[in-house]
């Protein structure tokens, strides 16, 4: 395992030679084709030239696929025609075909997992990533499920069949939280963290802060189209709680899912107390904690030493004092500070979380799969 604790292996063999010299083939397969999956095409049709000149990469889409619509073309096809072929349809123009049949047609190397987390939490993403690996696959992924629910499951089956994954995208959006820890904190171990994980409710927290009422801040987030497709997800701590078992299950073996972070509702917080933190001069957000627990309760000092307690975490509307880092962490930004052992407290902040943030994280995890390749 990698110091962030995703699966590696030296294994399986290179993706194949692309037929321009000097350039390797990289052929995707992507399930879910919304606002993320579009705009990773576009990014690498912007970039083609750069993967190409820097990279030595030639990145060709051989299937896409949703529940409505399907596209296949298993020598591959560039982002850009991909782009044109589906144009301002609602889904790709053929019919459409199950993930499991469509995987094993594409031919691809990478399977870029970009559909929308379950509203039931049920493990379909995780099916289609395990699928993927039989068929010697490595995987990149923006859906939160496999990773905060199934994160053993998936990690075991990788090292099984000797692929990888990457999953950038699943808490902060493009900022890199696991490849921090993995390539520029060297031997640190994450004793915890807290983080504002959810820019809807920092929207409406503002918005409320400022007299609007706690619908019309939702809509507004649902019209921008950075709120969850249920807004229970967002607004009940839902989506946090998701980040931080993701987060908690890769960094610090957690063994967890969201339901075991503790969670408060924004729909249980007064308009008077997001007013009173606003007038006391600070600023209310909902944050997420985790910690490990230890048997006297006293938090670990900073050291080399494993911390083996039981990691907990919740959700809560916290009132923090300006000075705070998270204390400016709102409307689309995300924030984290973490906690390491060697390098003790890390702040990490997204001023824009939006999704060609998202977009970007996929777009990184895919070139470190090829540069590890």
Known sequence: MSAAGQPTAAGPAPYPAADEPGLRTVRLCLLGFGSVARAFCALLAQQERVLAERHGLRVLVSAVGTRHGSLLAADGMTPAAVLAAVGERPAPPQAARPAEDLLAASRADVLVELTVMEEDFAPVATGHIETAFGLGMDVVTANKGPIA????????????????????????????????????????????????????????????????????????????????????????????????????NVAMDAGITPADIDKQSLRDVPLERIAQARSNGNRLRLVTTVWRETPDGVAPQAGPALPTGVVSGRVRATELDIEHPLAPVGSESLGAILHTDLMADVFVCEIAGLVPQTAYGVYADLLHLCRNR
């Open 149 to 248: 629910w199934n994160w053993r499951r998936v990690a075991a089956t990788a090292e099984a069949a000797g692929r990888r994954i990457r999953f950038e995208s699943t808490v902060m959006d493009g900022l890199p939280v696991f490849s921090l820890l993995e390539f520029a904190l060297p031997d640190c171990r994450l004793l915890g963290f807290e983080a504002v994980f959810n820019a809807t409710t920092n929207y409406i927290v503002d918005a409320m802060g400022i007299g609007r009422s706690f619908d019309e801040a939702l809509a507004h987030v649902q019209a921008e189209g950075y709120a969850e497709a249920d807004s229970s997800h967002d607004i009940d701590g839902w989506d946090a709680a998701c980040k931080a078992a993701a987060l908690a």
